[in-house]
């Protein structure tokens, strides 16, 4: 299900619009894969684990590719064999659609 959302582009937010919040964050979030957590109704967060630091740099890199291409920037917090991402809308501080095409877009470069 997350190919639907991740064949989908990010939409710039101009503010003024409001964050997703409750109900509405329960189908975007159903679409994802596994390991997604929806925190705080603020923001997404997963953390992804690899063999080594070649591997958890190569996986920010392309993360670092998508972003660009989208014009959507996660936080990313690399370490030794883990990547930690977090994503939320930073113009209206909270969730959009966008967010969680990021996810999907992430979670494909992933596999």
Request: proline share 5%; aromatic share 8%.
């Amino acid at each position: 299900m997350s190919s639907e959302l991740a064949g989908k582009h990010c939409v710039p937010c101009r503010g003024g619009v409001p964050p997703l919040g409750g109900k509405e964050l329960e189908e975007p979030s159903a679409q994802l894969g596994g390991g997604w957590r929806v925190v705080d109704g603020h923001h997404l967060e997963k953390q992804y684990s690899f063999d080594d630091f070649a591997g958890a740099l190569a996986f920010t890199n392309a993360v670092g590719a998508i972003a660009e291409a989208e014009g959507h920037h996660p936080d990313i917090h690399l370490v030794w064999g883990q990547v930690r991402l977090t994503i939320w809308t930073h113009k209206i501080d909270g969730l959009t659609e966008s967010d969680f095409i990021l996810a999907a877009k992430a979670d494909e470069a992933r596999t």
